[in-house]
C-alpha cells in the first residue's frame, strides 16, 4: 500500500486510505492492519533491530517484562520517566478513525450498487421467462407437427407395405403360373405315348442338368399321382372323371427309375474313385428320390465288411480259433468290435461328407452291423445246448455255454455303446443289441438252474470217488477192529459247500447282467438261490444220514454182543471183547457225526453270510421276495436241523450206552457195601466212575469243539439229565452200608464236577440233590427225617434211596418213616 498522508476531518477532503480492492482475492485483515499502522511506528521497527542486535551482550539487565537494558542506559531510563511511553498513539486513533469513515463510505456504496445489480437482474430475469414461455408454446407447436408427420409416414408406409405385398404376391403368381406352365408342357411330354420317352425335352437328357431334370420329373409325378388320387371318388360315384394322366405317371415312374439308377451308377463309381465331392453331388440329388433311401441302403449295402465273405470268416476264426475258453473268446470279441468300430468312424467321416442327412445313413449303417455282422457271430458262438442230454463237464458243460452268453453280451452292450459314442442317429442301438440276445434270455433261467444242478452232480461225483480212493486206496477196505464201511463215510466238506457257494454267486452275477428289471432279477435271483439251498441243504442232510448210519451200525453191534447171564467164562470173555469193539465203532461214529455237526453249522453259516451279503439287497426292492426268501431259507434248513437233532439223539443213546456196560462192567457188590464197614474208608472215587468220567471227557471232546451256543447247551442238558437216570437206575441195582454210602457221596461228587463243564444249571441242581440223597446211607435211622426238613421235594426218591439200605428191613424203617411222614 502507498504511504498515506495525514487526514483531515472532513471526509472528502481525506486521502485515500482504504480502496476497495483492498478487499478482494485473499483477504487478510492482519496483512490490511500492518500496513495502516507501519508508517506511523518507525521508532519501535528501530528499537527491535537495536535490541535484536545488543542481546547476549555482558553488562545487561534483563526486565520483569523479558526486555534487557545495558547499565550505560540507566540514567537515560531515568530521565525519560516523565516523557510519553507511546507518542504515536495519537496519529493511530487519527488514522482508525478516518479509515472507520471511510470503510462506511465504502459500504454506502458497495449497497448502491448492489440495489443498481438487483434491478437489473430483475429486469433481465423477466424477460428470459417471458422468452421461456415464448419457446415452450414454440415447442408443443414443434411436437404437434412432429406427431402429424409421423401419423402420415405411418400411413404411407403401411399403404407401401401392402403395395409391396400385392406386388410380390402376384409376383408369386406369375413365377408359379410360369412354373406351371413349363410342368403343363413337360407334362404333356411325358404323357405322349407309353414307354416313350425319345421326345422329351433335352433338358431330361442332359447329364449337367441332372439335379434339375429331378426336381421337375418329382414334381410331375407328384401333381399326376394327385390328380389321379383326386379323380378315383369320382368313378366310383359314377360320374366322369379326367383321363389322360395314367400314361404319364407311368412314363415318369419309368425315367425316375432310370435316372436312379443312372446316379446309382455315378455314385458307385465316384465311390470306387474316393470322389467325395461327385458322391455329394449324387447323394444329394438322390435324396429327391423317396427322401433318399434307396442311395442310403445302396451305399451300405456296398460297404466290404458286408460283403466280403474272407472278413465273415475271419470274425468266426478270430473268436473261436480252435477251442471255445471264456477269456479266449472275451479276448477275440474285444478285438472284433473294436475293429468293427473302428471302420464304422472311418465310414461315419465319409457320411458325413457326402450324404445330406448323414444321421440317416448312420441309423442304416449300425443297424446292418447288429443285424447282420454281430448277428452272424453270435449264432456260431452261441449254441444253445440240450437240457435232457447236456454237455459233460470234461467239454465245459452248461457253465461254458453260460460264461461265453456273459461274456459276448458284456461286450455287445459295450460295442453298442461305442457305437452311440460315434454316432447312429435316432437308432435305439443299444435296445437293438438287446433284442440280439433275447432268445437267450428268456430260457436262461433254466440253463442256469442245469448248470449249477450239473456242477453239483459232479462235485458230488469227485467227492465220492476221492472218499472211495481214501477209504481203499489198494481196491480193499481196510478194517480195523470192529470197523465196517459205516466208520469211512463220505465226510461233509465246507470247502465244498463254499465252491457251490460260489457257482452260486457267479449265476447272481449274470442275472444281474442279464435282467434290467428290478422284479425279473429279483424272480431269477431267488431261483438261483433256491436251486443253492436245495444242493446245499440235500449235501449237509445226506451227510448227516450218512453219519447217523455210522451211529445206527454200531448201536446194532452193541445189540448183537450183550452179554447173558449164563454163559461160559470163555464165551463171556469173547462177548466182552466183541463189545468193546462196538464200544470203540460207537466212539469213532460219535467224533464222525460231531465232525459232521460242525461242518454242517460252518456250510448253514456261509450260506447266511452270503444271503446277507449279496441275496437280500437284490431282493428288497420288490415287495415280498425278501420274505418269500427267508422262508424258504428256513424251510430248507429245518430238514438239515432234524437230521441233526435225530444224529444228536442217536449220540447222547450211544455214550449211554457205553456208560452203563462200564458201569455194569466195572462197577463191584463190594465198592458200597464193603463187608469191613466201619474200617479206614477209601476217598477215592470207585474204578467204574473213574472209568465214565474218564470215557465222557474223552468223547466229549469232539462235542465241545463241533457244537456252540444254543445247540451245545441243548445237547449237554440233555446228556446230563440222561447221565442223571442212568446213574440213579444204576445205582438202584445195590445196597449200601454207611461206608459204601460214603463211597458214592465220592462217585456222586466226582460225577458233579464233570457235568458242571455243561454250563447245565438244571443238571448241577439235580447232582446236588444227589448228593444230598446220598446222606440217607451215611446218617443212623433216627436221624433220617432230618435230612429233608429243608428239601421235602427229594422225599420221593429219598423213599427209594432208603429201600437200598443194608439195614431197611432190620430197623424197620419203612414203618418208621411212613408214620413220620404221614404225620
Not at 487478510?28 to 542481546?55: K, M
Given at each position: 500500500?502507498?504511504?498515506?498522508?495525514?487526514?483531515?476531518?472532513?471526509?472528502?477532503?481525506?486521502?485515500?486510505?482504504?480502496?476497495?480492492?483492498?478487499?478482494?482475492?485473499?483477504?487478510?485483515?492482519?496483512?490490511?492492519?500492518?500496513?495502516?499502522?507501519?508508517?506511523?511506528?518507525?521508532?519501535?521497527?528501530?528499537?527491535?533491530?537495536?535490541?535484536?542486535?545488543?542481546?547476549?551482550?555482558?553488562?545487561?539487565?534483563?526486565?520483569?517484562?523479558?526486555?534487557?537494558?545495558?547499565?550505560?542506559?540507566?540514567?537515560?531510563?531515568?530521565?525519560?520517566?516523565?516523557?510519553?511511553?507511546?507518542?504515536?498513539?495519537?496519529?493511530?486513533?487519527?488514522?482508525?478513525?478516518?479509515?472507520?469513515?471511510?470503510?462506511?463510505?465504502?459500504?454506502?456504496?458497495?449497497?448502491?450498487?448492489?440495489?443498481?445489480?438487483?434491478?437489473?437482474?430483475?429486469?433481465?430475469?423477466?424477460?428470459?421467462?417471458?422468452?421461456?414461455?415464448?419457446?415452450?408454446?414454440?415447442?408443443?407447436?414443434?411436437?404437434?407437427?412432429?406427431?402429424?408427420?409421423?401419423?402420415?409416414?405411418?400411413?404411407?408406409?403401411?399403404?407401401?407395405?401392402?403395395?409391396?405385398?400385392?406386388?410380390?404376391?402376384?409376383?408369386?403368381?406369375?413365377?408359379?403360373?410360369?412354373?406351371?406352365?413349363?410342368?403343363?408342357k413337360y407334362l404333356m411330354e411325358f404323357n405322349s405315348s407309353p414307354g416313350d420317352l425319345t421326345k422329351l425335352s433335352p433338358l431330361f437328357s442332359d447329364d449337367s442338368r441332372v439335379a434339375e431334370a429331378a426336381s421337375i420329373a418329382q414334381k410331375l409325378r407328384s401333381f399326376a399321382e394327385e390328380d389321379i388320387s383326386r379323380a378315383m371318388p369320382s368313378v366310383a360315384s359314377g360320374t366322369t372323371a379326367s383321363r389322360g394322366l395314367e400314361t404319364a405317371v407311368g412314363n415318369l415312374q419309368e425315367y425316375c427309375n432310370e435316372?436312379?439308377?443312372?446316379?446309382?451308377?455315378?455314385?458307385?463309381?465316384?465311390?470306387?474313385?474316393?470322389?467325395?465331392?461327385?458322391?455329394?453331388?449324387?447323394?444329394?440329388?438322390?435324396?429327391?428320390?423317396?427322401?433318399?433311401?434307396?442311395?442310403?441302403?445302396?451305399?451300405?449295402?456296398?460297404?466290404?465288411?458286408?460283403?466280403?465273405?474272407?472278413?465273415?470268416?475271419?470274425?468266426?476264426?478270430?473268436?473261436?480259433?480252435?477251442?471255445?475258453?471264456?477269456?479266449?473268446?472275451?479276448?477275440?470279441?474285444?478285438?472284433?468290435?473294436?475293429?468293427?468300430?473302428?471302420?464304422?468312424?472311418?465310414?461315419?467321416?465319409?457320411?458325413?461328407?457326402?450324404?445330406?442327412?448323414?444321421?440317416?445313413?448312420?441309423?442304416?449303417?449300425?443297424?446292418?452291423?447288429?443285424?447282420?455282422?454281430?448277428?452272424?457271430?453270435?449264432?456260431?458262438?452261441?449254441?444253445?445246448?440240450?437240457?435232457?442230454?447236456?454237455?459233460?463237464?470234461?467239454?465245459?458243460?452248461?457253465?461254458?455255454?453260460?460264461?461265453?452268453?456273459?461274456?459276448?453280451?458284456?461286450?455287445?452292450?459295450?460295442?453298442?455303446?461305442?457305437?452311440?459314442?460315434?454316432?447312429?442317429?435316432?437308432?435305439?442301438?443299444?435296445?437293438?443289441?438287446?433284442?440280439?440276445?433275447?432268445?437267450?434270455?428268456?430260457?436262461?433261467?433254466?440253463?442256469?438252474?442245469?448248470?449249477?444242478?450239473?456242477?453239483?452232480?459232479?462235485?458230488?461225483?469227485?467227492?465220492?470217488?476221492?472218499?472211495?480212493?481214501?477209504?481203499?486206496?489198494?481196491?480193499?477196505?481196510?478194517?480195523?477192529?470192529?470197523?465196517?464201511?459205516?466208520?469211512?463215510?463220505?465226510?461233509?466238506?465246507?470247502?465244498?459247500?463254499?465252491?457251490?457257494?460260489?457257482?452260486?454267486?457267479?449265476?447272481?452275477?449274470?442275472?444281474?447282467?442279464?435282467?434290467?428289471?428290478?422284479?425279473?432279477?429279483?424272480?431269477?435271483?431267488?431261483?438261483?438261490?433256491?436251486?443253492?439251498?436245495?444242493?446245499?441243504?440235500?449235501?449237509?442232510?445226506?451227510?448227516?444220514?450218512?453219519?447217523?448210519?455210522?451211529?445206527?451200525?454200531?448201536?446194532?453191534?452193541?445189540?448183537?454182543?450183550?452179554?447173558?447171564?449164563?454163559?461160559?467164562?470163555?464165551?463171556?470173555?469173547?462177548?466182552?471183547?466183541?463189545?468193546?469193539?462196538?464200544?470203540?465203532?460207537?466212539?469213532?461214529?460219535?467224533?464222525?457225526?460231531?465232525?459232521?455237526?460242525?461242518?454242517?453249522?460252518?456250510?448253514?453259516?456261509?450260506?447266511?453270510?452270503?444271503?446277507?451279503?449279496?441275496?437280500?439287497?437284490?431282493?428288497?426292492?420288490?415287495?415280498?421276495?425278501?420274505?418269500?426268501?427267508?422262508?424258504?431259507?428256513?424251510?430248507?434248513?429245518?430238514?438239515?436241523?432234524?437230521?441233526?437233532?435225530?444224529?444228536?439223539?442217536?449220540?447222547?443213546?450211544?455214550?449211554?450206552?457205553?456208560?452203563?456196560?462200564?458201569?455194569?462192567?466195572?462197577?463191584?457188590?463190594?465198592?458200597?457195601?464193603?463187608?469191613?464197614?466201619?474200617?479206614?474208608h477209601d476217598h477215592r472215587p470207585t474204578n467204574a466212575c473213574t472209568r465214565v468220567v474218564s470215557y465222557l471227557s474223552r468223547v466229549l471232546e469232539a462235542a465241545f469243539t463241533a457244537l456252540e451256543g444254543l445247540n451245545k447247551q441243548a445237547f449237554l442238558t440233555e446228556l446230563g439229565n440222561n447221565l442223571y437216570k442212568g446213574l440213579i437206575n444204576h445205582w438202584m441195582k445195590f445196597t449200601f452200608n454207611p461206608s459204601g454210602g460214603l463211597r458214592l457221596k465220592r462217585d456222586i461228587t466226582e460225577y458233579g464236577e464233570f457235568?458242571?463243564s455243561f454250563n447245565a444249571p438244571s443238571v448241577d441242581e439235580k447232582f446236588e440233590l444227589l448228593g444230598i440223597l446220598a446222606n440217607v446211607f451215611i446218617v443212623a435211622p433216627e436221624s433220617l427225617s432230618s435230612l429233608f426238613e429243608g428239601t421235602p421235594s427229594i422225599r420221593k426218591d429219598a423213599q427209594r434211596f432208603i429201600q437200598l439200605r443194608d439195614d431197611y428191613k432190620s430197623e424197620k424203617l419203612a414203618s418208621r418213616l411212613s408214620s413220620l411222614w404221614s404225620s
Open positions: 500500500m502507498p504511504p498515506r498522508k495525514s487526514k483531515t476531518s472532513s471526509v472528502s477532503s481525506l486521502p485515500v486510505i482504504l480502496n476497495i480492492d483492498d478487499f478482494k482475492g485473499d483477504f487478510s485483515f492482519d496483512a490490511l492492519f500492518g500496513n495502516l499502522v507501519n508508517e506511523h511506528l518507525p521508532s519501535l521497527r528501530e528499537d527491535e533491530v537495536d535490541s535484536a542486535d545488543g542481546h547476549g551482550i555482558g553488562g545487561t539487565d534483563a526486565l520483569p517484562n523479558g526486555h534487557t537494558r545495558t547499565t550505560s542506559d540507566a540514567t537515560k531510563v531515568a530521565q525519560g520517566l516523565n516523557a510519553p511511553l507511546f507518542p504515536e498513539v495519537d496519529a493511530l486513533l487519527s488514522l482508525f478513525k478516518d479509515s472507520c469513515k471511510e470503510l462506511i463510505e465504502l459500504r454506502k456504496q458497495i449497497d448502491g450498487k448492489l440495489n443498481s445489480l438487483k434491478k437489473e437482474v430483475s429486469t433481465e430475469d423477466a424477460k428470459h421467462r417471458k422468452t421461456l414461455t415464448e419457446l415452450e408454446k414454440g415447442v408443443d407447436g414443434l411436437f404437434n407437427s412432429f406427431a402429424r408427420l409421423d401419423s402420415r409416414i405411418s400411413s404411407v408406409g403401411q399403404t407401401a407395405a401392402k403395395v409391396g405385398d400385392h406386388l410380390q404376391s402376384a409376383d408369386a403368381q406369375r413365377e408359379t403360373a410360369s412354373q406351371t406352365i413349363e410342368l403343363v435316372l436312379e439308377n443312372r446316379l446309382l451308377a455315378r455314385f458307385d463309381a465316384a465311390s470306387q474313385r474316393r470322389e467325395l465331392s461327385t458322391m455329394s453331388e449324387c447323394a444329394k440329388i438322390l435324396s429327391q428320390f423317396n427322401r433318399g433311401t434307396s442311395a442310403m441302403q445302396h451305399y451300405v449295402a456296398t460297404r466290404p465288411m458286408f460283403i466280403d465273405v474272407e472278413v465273415m470268416n475271419s470274425d468266426a476264426n478270430l473268436v473261436l480259433g480252435d477251442r471255445v475258453s471264456p477269456n479266449y473268446v472275451a479276448r477275440g470279441v474285444s478285438k472284433l468290435y473294436k475293429d468293427i468300430t473302428d471302420t464304422v468312424r472311418k465310414e461315419a467321416a465319409t457320411i458325413m461328407a457326402v450324404f445330406p442327412s448323414p444321421n440317416d445313413v448312420m441309423s442304416i449303417l449300425v443297424q446292418r452291423v447288429l443285424e447282420q455282422r454281430v448277428t452272424s457271430l453270435l449264432d456260431k458262438l452261441l449254441e444253445k445246448p440240450s437240457l435232457a442230454h447236456p454237455r459233460p463237464m470234461e467239454e465245459g458243460g452248461i457253465l461254458l455255454y453260460l460264461r461265453v452268453l456273459a461274456v459276448s453280451y458284456e461286450k455287445t452292450q459295450e460295442l453298442a455303446r461305442d457305437l452311440r459314442a460315434v454316432g447312429c442317429g435316432d437308432l435305439d442301438v443299444e435296445g437293438l443289441a438287446e433284442s440280439l440276445f433275447s432268445s437267450h434270455k428268456d430260457e436262461y433261467p433254466d440253463y442256469e438252474k442245469s448248470s449249477l444242478s450239473q456242477l453239483c452232480q459232479a462235485k458230488l461225483e469227485e467227492l465220492r470217488v476221492e472218499s472211495q480212493r481214501v477209504c481203499d486206496p489198494n481196491g480193499t477196505i481196510g478194517r480195523s477192529k470192529g470197523a465196517s464201511m459205516a466208520s469211512f463215510p463220505q465226510e461233509i466238506s465246507v470247502a465244498a459247500a463254499t465252491e457251490f457257494v460260489q457257482w452260486n454267486e457267479e449265476a447272481i452275477s449274470r442275472c444281474t447282467l442279464f435282467s434290467s428289471l428290478p422284479v425279473t432279477l429279483a424272480t431269477n435271483v431267488r431261483a438261483v438261490f433256491t436251486c443253492l439251498l436245495g444242493q446245499v441243504i440235500k449235501y449237509i442232510t445226506d451227510g448227516l444220514e450218512r453219519a447217523r448210519d455210522g451211529l445206527t451200525e454200531a448201536a446194532s453191534l452193541r445189540e448183537r454182543f450183550v452179554i447173558g447171564t449164563s454163559v461160559s467164562r470163555r464165551v463171556a470173555a469173547a462177548a466182552t471183547s466183541q463189545a468193546e469193539a462196538a464200544a470203540a465203532a460207537g466212539e469213532t461214529s460219535f467224533k464222525a457225526f460231531m465232525v459232521a455237526v460242525q461242518r454242517s453249522g460252518s456250510s448253514v453259516a456261509i450260506i447266511h453270510q452270503y444271503f446277507a451279503n449279496s441275496i437280500s439287497r437284490l431282493l428288497l426292492p420288490v415287495d415280498g421276495a425278501h420274505a418269500a426268501a427267508c422262508e424258504e431259507m428256513a424251510t430248507a434248513m429245518s430238514s438239515a436241523e432234524g437230521a441233526a437233532c435225530k444224529g444228536l439223539q442217536q449220540c447222547i443213546e450211544t455214550l449211554m450206552a457205553e456208560v452203563e456196560r462200564l458201569l455194569t462192567a466195572e462197577q463191584k457188590t463190594a465198592d458200597y457195601h464193603p463187608p469191613d464197614d466201619g474200617m479206614i457235568v458242571r
